[in-house]
């Protein structure tokens, strides 16, 4: 019951920027966009989420299309280290919600 | 200082025995989550626990029995385990209510392997 789509893999050279897609069409108005990442056999790790206004921290930015309906994390330098699965993941704000995580992407950052 | 922690890190068994996986998180977090990676690497929330109340159960067969004594710690046992079990379990926290509900941290988790 995946609520997003991504590309299963992609490719990125390192010190280039990674942009990374997600669809998410069926959006409701109260869920809530969440990135996180999983680097090879360690736990899940957030990222950053946003509802509808662009938000940015000290690990990616996250650009919403105004119509909400698609996004975009974008990892500005990226760096050996963050080659991982990226995982886009749409959840109401609130307590008691289930955090769905889908296929992801592989991001492979090359040297 | 660790935030979410479990153990074991690696557990091998065989099969019908009974195991347990500790969970503690010093977050100060009053809702806690396990999840399950199988092999194909999906990750699967299976239980979610509100201030020692379950909250989330998913479909997982009642042989799995989470435990939570207090808000900072979830243990999970298996009773009579099975071959399917074998997996990586993932221990989780994050905060109720607000913006950053959303945000769980996860622990290293723990390799189960039933023989």
């Known amino acids: 019951d995946a609520k997003t789509t991504q590309p299963p893999s992609m490719d990125c050279a390192e010190g280039r920027a990674a942009n990374l897609p997600c669809n998410h069409s069926t959006i409701s108005g109260n869920e809530y966009v969440y990135w996180y990442r999983q680097i090879h056999s360690q736990g899940p790790q957030y990222i950053i989420h946003?509802?509808?206004n662009n938000e940015t921290n000290e690990m990616a930015s996250l650009i919403i299309t105004e119509d909400r309906k698609s996004s975009t994390l974008i990892l500005p330098h990226a760096t050996l280290r963050d080659t991982a699965v990226y995982y886009c993941?749409?959840?109401?704000?609130?307590?008691?919600?289930?955090?769905?995580f889908g296929k992801g992407t592989l991001l492979t950052v090359n040297p | 200082d660790t935030a979410v922690s479990q153990t074991p890190k690696y557990l091998v068994t065989q099969m019908g025995n009974d195991k347990s996986i500790k969970c503690e998180q010093n977050?100060?977090?009053?809702?806690m989550y396990w999840y399950k990676q199988d092999s194909k690497k999906f990750l699967k929330i299976m239980f979610s626990?509100?201030?020692?109340?379950?909250?989330i159960n998913e479909t997982v067969p009642n042989r799995f029995s989470p435990k939570s004594p207090d808000k900072a710690h979830l243990n999970l046992h298996i009773n009579s385990l099975e071959l399917g079990d074998s997996a990586v379990y993932f221990c989780?926290?994050?905060?109720?209510?607000?913006?950053?509900?959303?945000?769980?941290?996860f622990g290293e988790g723990s390799r189960l392997t039933v023989l």
């Open positions: 977050l100060g977090h009053d809702t």
């Open positions: 993941i749409v959840r109401p704000g609130g307590s008691n919600y289930k955090l769905t």
């Open positions: 989780a926290s994050s905060l109720t209510s607000g913006r950053n509900s959303g945000e769980l941290f």
């Open positions: 626990y509100n201030n020692k109340e379950l909250i």
């Open positions: 946003g509802l509808k």
